[in-house]
């Protein structure tokens, strides 16, 4: 099946610093990658809607400037927190749409990174 | 606005015993429907899925779904469950012509042994 692979998996910063975070299909080609941000004990909320070769499709109430998402190519997204600051700490999760093979895959998900601003 | 409610957020019970998660959402039209999956320490994996047809839908380690459209439900079932399907169970919804994925809070199984 599908593979998305993230990394880092975890990542301490110092507040003010910016952090990327990498997400890549590994055996398949995806124009639309996801991120979401996972609060303990909490749900899955979508971040942006990352598109290759395109500007992300950001939701209401995150920051454009502050979460920043490239797409550079079909088989990579990344998402950089730029001057981080303890809020900002929290698990991210990308996934990646197989395209046609959506029906019988679903969604694949990365296994997510730990981000720790102190 | 639309939304998707598991009723339960901490399900605790023994092996053997039979798990019944529930899962509501609030779209309007014909949707996609999944079920997912997360190990301590893992990431997401996807249990089962509804597209079309059988609404009941039979997925991995012994999960079925039913969904019912007329109570916008798709309720998660595990006849006899074991230790190891501790873990957070999450619904998801979409569109049919959406690539966006909204999820519920989460449930959290503990299966003692």
């Known amino acids: 099946g599908a593979v998305v692979s993230q990394h880092p998996s975890w990542v301490i910063c110092k507040s003010g610093t910016s952090v990327k975070i990498e997400c890549r299909s590994l055996d398949f080609q995806a124009t639309t990658m996801f991120w979401y941000r996972q609060f303990p004990k909490q749900s899955l909320m979508l971040m942006a809607t990352?598109?290759?070769?395109?500007?992300?499709?950001?939701e209401q109430g995150v920051e454009k400037d502050k979460f920043l998402i490239n797409h550079a190519s079909l088989t990579l997204s990344t998402l950089t927190v730029t001057s981080a600051h303890p809020e900002d700490s929290s698990f991210y999760i990308c996934?990646?749409?197989?395209?046609?093979?959506?029906?019988?895959?679903?969604?694949?998900f990365g296994s997510g990174t730990r981000l720790t601003v102190v | 606005a639309q939304s998707v409610s598991q009723h339960n957020h901490h399900v605790i019970l023994s092996e053997a015993a039979s798990l019944e998660l529930g899962c509501n959402y609030s779209?309007?039209?014909?949707?996609?429907l999944f079920w997912y999956v997360q190990y301590p320490g893992q990431h997401l994996q996807l249990l089962l899925k509804y597209f079309s047809g059988d609404p009941l839908v039979k997925g991995i380690k012994g999960f079925e779904a039913e969904f019912i459209k007329s109570k916008f439900s798709f309720n998660l079932r595990k006849p006899s469950v074991q230790w190891s399907d501790t873990a957070e169970y999450f619904c998801a919804v979409k569109h049919y012509y959406d690539y966006k994925l909204s999820f519920g809070a989460g449930t959290t199984v503990t299966v003692r042994a």
């Open positions: 996934s990646a749409s197989p395209g046609q093979a959506l029906l019988r895959d679903g969604y694949t």
């Open positions: 779209y309007g039209g014909t949707v996609n």
């Open positions: 990352s598109n290759e070769g395109s500007k992300a499709t950001y």
